[in-house]
């Protein structure tokens, strides 16, 4: 929940609690004074009438009624934030689940890496895991940031079809300038799914939390 947000239901619910407070302050003021005309020949004039008190009552319902929509209006704004806070752009899940479906679009991935495949001085090639679903290979045409496996990062790119007479269009790189056995990474990889990646940014270091 941002901070607006939470300031913005505190002095709701605060309005609201000193309004009901000061309502039922006056219903039991009334009943007080009806119960003390009770005990006279009869009300005086001006006095307050069982009508008076049913009227207070069904006011101070109401106003219950209004602070619960109120509360309710509050709390899916903040929850909205606090989402949007979360990164409401992070593929993971669904492209883990399905990736095929995504072929030809832009996703933000945030996984772990699971293999170092290769880094050379022009790019790299990894493969990140979810907590569902296969591996799924990244390239990066960009000189390698410093990654490392069991790294958690968070990839921006494109996700193709691998193809090996498409390689190079399709990753801007040539496979003998990233791959010392390309066969070997085709022979695995080749009508799979993979992201070629715009930018890659390390989320969290292997062990930083040993």
């Known amino acids: 929940m941002s901070t607006n947000a939470a ?6 619910r605060q309005r609201a609690g000193r309004t009901a407070t000061a309502l039922a302050a006056a219903v039991l003021g009334m009943g007080g ?11 005086e004039a001006g006095g307050v009438t069982a009508e008076d008190l049913q009227q ?4 101070l319902a109401g106003l219950d009624e209004r602070v619960g929509v109120l509360e309710d209006g509050l709390g899916t704004d903040a929850d909205a934030g606090a989402g949007d806070a979360l990164g409401a752009d992070d593929d993971t899940a669904a492209v883990f689940e399905d990736s095929q479906s995504y072929v030809g679009q832009e996703v ?7 293999e170092m495949v290769t880094t050379t001085d022009v790019g790299s090639a990894f493969r990140i895991a979810g907590e569902s679903g296969d591996p799924i290979a990244v390239v990066s045409a960009s000189p ?12 921006t790119g494109t996700v193709v079809q691998v193809q090996r007479d498409s390689f190079e269009q399709d990753f801007g790189i040539a496979e003998d300038e990233l791959f010392e056995d390309a066969d070997a990474w085709f022979q695995e990889e080749d009508g ?10 390390v989320l969290q270091e292997q062990g930083q939390n040993d």
């Open 192 to 201: 799979s799914v993979a992201i070629s990646a715009d930018s890659i940014e």
């Open 7 to 12: 300031r913005t239901t505190s002095t709701g």
């Open 56 to 59: 207070v009552e069904d006011d």
């Open 108 to 114: 933000t991935v945030s996984a772990e890496i699971s």
């Open 144 to 155: 390698p940031a410093e990654i490392d496996a069991n790294d958690v990062v968070q990839v």
């Open 33 to 43: 004074l009806a119960a003390c005309s009770d005990d006279s020949a009869g009300p």
